[in-house]
């Protein structure tokens, strides 16, 4: 069953286009990654498809209806965004910040079980009354997943979980991603490593300037050709359980060279 | 993390502190004397306890939460804890009304034109910044607009007193802005306290958006929040509050600060209950500093109200945002 979908989706801003005619969803049970060079268009998709950012053209659905003809918390009780950068602003503690996920369900929500249910599966439940502002990245990544997860939602949406986290936490939160995939949940995450990427996801979408450049099982996605057109880079393969993991390894020699900016 | 005891605490505090500003003034007279006397309809004890210092109290409390409450809710609407009810150009569109009122008699013409200046002043400077700002843009740019409006505020205050046509004027206008709360009369309270409650109900409200602003304004909209109606409420909500409170006692500094920053380990970082909380604390603060006024007094002029709270106010933050830094390291 088809969770979230956009349909010809284009997004422009002061006459930038910045995504067009993306075509693609995410149904239930599936871990869809997203991929990309930076610049693509990966957190524009995300932040139109929260209702962030309006469509020039196209179509966006949430369990079947238009997202626009959602009201705000209705959309906000299926549709679970985590954002990057995992911003904190005041001290609360860690179990209050993962119980802001339960805002949308009303001043009358007493669902507490969410609440240590996201807490438990993350791995939280012993720092729970630490200030989350004190946490170390990790601690503090888990968090804000626990409170995406503390929603209930059918969709989660997760820009960039990973960033600035070490080995262990980004195995530990893929597998947690993987996990809410196989209980019913459609997850949609932005990625930028490609081992972990086709190691865990079920599909791969690639986006390149804008544009949807492959969609497909991660051994079509990251195909030599793709990996070339889309980031200039080669990479290694080798086989693990079943699986063929590209490791990147090097810039294409022939790829038009990217300027860099520092 | 969070005091359970804090507000029930903070209640009783600031009703000692209301029966002790009800009870002490330049008449010396005991409090069961006043309160007897008062209630048998004795003239004098009658004018002093409910003509003079009734409306006195009540405006401390009411004019101290106003501004507590809206420095809660303009640090949580923009996250920073420096945010007090000064940023967006509230007090300053107030005093400016205030300030041509009294230089162009305007003041003088009926009983209430002063705050009712002060009030139109509030109206003008925040209709200002939200043509400025608009509707859809974010907080940088409300705050970009409000410094503009507020300084553009200043300048005009000081042309006003630049050009002032004598003396008395510019004492006048000096005087009322150090701002202060003695010989307010129930006319006052009428003025200023609907509008101060229809503020601090608005203001009020916004508890959970302000709570879920805490992870940023993406994760806030993913949460169900609608951020426009948000900054709008919150703007109008301290207008109203804070316009109100201006026009009747001046420009009163540091509450609006100190109180968000006294209660926010009490709240234990939740800006939704950081908002009656402050109330409270903004109230019990300004109440004791007017009660200080009055026992400081010895000869000659009053100390002004809002001389007081800068004094007091200005060490006293500098105190906290050192100890902040030490638990901080």
Same mark, same amino acid.
């Given at each position: 069953?088809?969770?979230?979908?956009?349909?010809?989706?284009?997004?422009?801003?002061?006459?930038?286009?910045?995504?067009?005619?993306?075509?693609?969803?995410?149904?239930?049970?599936?871990l869809?990654?997203?991929?990309?060079?930076?610049?693509?268009?990966?957190?524009?998709?995300?932040?139109? /498809?929260?209702? /962030?950012?309006?469509?020039?053209?196209?179509?966006?659905?949430l369990?079947?209806?238009?997202l626009?003809?959602?009201?705000?918390?209705?959309?906000?009780?299926?549709?679970?965004?985590?954002?990057?950068?995992?911003?904190?602003?005041?001290?609360?503690?860690?179990r209050?910040?993962?119980? /802001?996920?339960?805002?949308?369900?009303g001043?009358?929500?007493?669902?507490?079980?969410?609440?240590?249910?996201?807490?438990?599966?993350?791995?939280?439940?012993?720092?729970?009354?630490?200030?989350?502002?004190s946490?170390?990245?990790?601690?503090?990544?888990?968090?804000?997943?626990?409170?995406?997860?503390?929603?209930?939602?059918?969709?989660?949406?997760?820009?960039?979980p990973?960033?600035?986290?070490?080995?262990?936490?980004?195995?530990?939160?893929?597998?947690?991603?993987r996990?809410q995939?196989?209980?019913?949940?459609?997850?949609?995450?932005?990625?930028?490593?490609?081992? /972990?990427?086709?190691?865990?996801?079920?599909?791969?979408?690639?986006?390149?300037?804008?544009?949807?450049?492959?969609t497909?099982?991660?051994?079509?996605?990251?195909?030599?050709?793709?990996?070339?057109?889309?980031?200039?880079?080669?990479?290694?393969?080798?086989?693990?359980?079943?699986?063929?993991?590209?490791?990147?390894?090097?810039?294409?020699?022939?790829?038009?060279?990217?300027?860099?900016t520092? | 993390? @969070?005091?359970?005891?804090? &507000? &029930?605490?903070?209640?009783?505090l600031l009703?000692? *502190?209301?029966? $002790?500003?009800?009870?002490?003034?330049?008449?010396?007279?005991?409090?069961?004397?006043?309160?007897?006397?008062?209630? $048998?309809?004795?003239?004098?004890?009658?004018?002093?306890?409910?003509?003079?210092?009734?409306? #006195?109290?009540?405006?401390?409390?009411?004019?101290?939460?106003?501004?507590?409450?809206?420095? !809660? %809710?303009?640090?949580?609407?923009?996250?920073?804890?420096?945010?007090?009810?000064?940023?967006?150009?509230?007090?300053?569109?107030? %005093?400016?009304?205030?300030?041509?009122?009294?230089? @162009?008699?305007?003041?003088?013409?009926?009983?209430?034109?002063? &705050?009712? %200046?002060?009030?139109?002043?509030?109206? +003008?400077?925040?209709?200002?910044?939200?043509?400025?700002?608009?509707r #859809?843009?974010?907080? @940088?740019?409300?705050?970009?607009?409000?410094?503009?409006? $507020?300084?553009?505020?200043?300048?005009?205050?000081?042309?006003?007193?630049?050009?002032?046509?004598?003396?008395?004027?510019?004492?006048?206008?000096?005087?009322?802005?150090?701002?202060? *709360?003695?010989?307010?009369?129930s006319?006052?309270?009428?003025?200023?306290?609907?509008?101060i409650?229809?503020? %601090?109900?608005?203001?009020?409200?916004?508890?959970?958006?302000?709570?879920?602003?805490?992870?940023?304004?993406?994760?806030?909209?993913?949460?169900?929040?609608?951020?426009a109606?948000?900054?709008v409420?919150?703007? +109008?909500?301290?207008?109203?509050?804070?316009?109100?409170?201006?026009?009747?006692?001046?420009?009163?500094?540091? +509450?609006?600060?100190?109180?968000?920053?006294?209660?926010?380990?009490? !709240?234990?970082?939740?800006?939704?209950?950081?908002?009656?909380?402050?109330?409270?604390?903004?109230?019990?603060?300004?109440t004791?500093?007017?009660?200080?006024v009055?026992?400081?007094?010895?000869?000659?002029?009053?100390?002004?109200?809002?001389?007081?709270?800068?004094?007091?106010?200005?060490?006293?933050?500098?105190?906290?945002?050192?100890?902040?830094?030490?638990?901080?390291?």
């Open positions: 069953m088809t969770a979230i979908a956009c349909s010809g989706l284009r997004i422009e801003l002061r006459d930038r286009v910045l995504l067009d005619n993306i075509d693609f969803a995410v149904r239930r049970g599936e869809i990654g997203i991929v990309g060079a930076n610049g693509a268009g990966k957190s524009t998709l995300f932040k139109a /498809l929260i209702g /962030l950012l309006a469509p020039t053209a196209g179509q966006i659905t369990a079947g209806q238009a626009r003809t959602f009201a705000p918390e209705r959309r906000a009780r299926l549709l679970a965004y985590l954002a990057q950068g995992h911003v904190a602003h005041w001290p609360l503690s860690v209050e910040t993962v119980a /802001l996920g339960r805002l949308p369900h001043p009358g929500d007493r669902n507490t079980a969410a609440i240590d249910d996201a807490l438990e599966a993350a791995d939280l439940s012993h720092l729970a009354g630490r200030n989350v502002l946490l170390s990245g990790g601690e503090r990544a888990r968090t804000m997943l626990a409170r995406a997860l503390a929603v209930g939602p059918a969709v989660l949406l997760a820009d960039e990973l960033a600035a986290l070490d080995p262990a936490h980004q195995l530990r939160i893929m597998a947690l991603l996990a995939a196989g209980a019913g949940m459609a997850v949609g995450v932005v990625l930028h490593d490609l081992p /972990l990427a086709a190691r865990f996801c079920t599909r791969l979408v690639l986006l390149h300037e804008g544009r949807m450049l492959a497909g099982t991660p051994a079509e996605v990251l195909s030599d050709t793709m990996l070339t057109q889309a980031f200039g880079i080669c990479a290694a393969r080798f086989q693990l359980e079943g699986s063929e993991l590209p490791l990147p390894w090097q810039l294409t020699p022939q790829a038009p060279q990217r300027r860099s520092m | 993390m @969070t005091c359970r005891l804090a &507000p &029930p605490a903070l209640f009783g009703l000692s *502190l209301a029966a $002790s500003s009800l009870f002490t003034g330049y008449v010396d007279m005991s409090p069961q004397h006043l309160l007897h006397g008062a209630l $048998s309809g004795e003239p004098i004890p009658q004018r002093i306890l409910i003509d003079i210092r009734l409306p #006195r109290t009540i405006l401390c409390l009411a004019v101290g939460s106003a501004l507590g409450l809206t420095g !809660a %809710a303009m640090q949580g609407l923009l996250r920073n804890p420096l945010a007090e009810p000064g940023l967006l150009g509230v007090s300053g569109g107030a %005093a400016l009304g205030a300030v041509l009122a009294l230089y @162009t008699g305007f003041a003088d013409t009926f009983y209430l034109a002063l &705050p009712l %200046a002060g009030f139109t002043g509030t109206a +003008i400077a925040i209709g200002v910044v939200f043509a400025l700002a608009g #859809r843009t974010g907080t @940088t740019t409300l705050i970009l607009a409000g410094v503009a409006v $507020s300084s553009l505020c200043g300048a005009l205050i000081s042309l006003v007193l630049n050009w002032s046509p004598n003396p008395t004027a510019l004492s006048e206008i000096v005087f009322w802005m150090l701002g202060s *709360l003695a010989d307010r009369s006319h006052d309270v009428e003025l200023a306290l609907p509008f409650a229809l503020g %601090a109900l608005l203001l009020l409200g916004c508890g959970r958006g302000l709570r879920a602003l805490t992870l940023g304004e993406e994760t806030a909209h993913s949460l169900g929040v609608d951020l109606r948000l900054r409420r919150v703007l +109008i909500g301290s207008a109203l509050a804070v316009g109100a409170a201006v026009s009747v006692s001046g420009s009163i500094g540091f +509450i609006g600060l100190v109180a968000p920053h006294l209660m926010r380990p009490l !709240a234990g970082g939740d800006p939704a209950r950081l908002l009656p909380l402050s109330a409270l604390a903004g109230a019990a603060l300004l004791a500093a007017d009660l200080a009055r026992l400081l007094h010895n000869t000659g002029p009053e100390l002004k109200l809002g001389v007081l709270t800068a004094l007091v106010g200005a060490p006293f933050f500098l105190a906290l945002i050192l100890r902040t830094r030490q638990e901080a390291a």
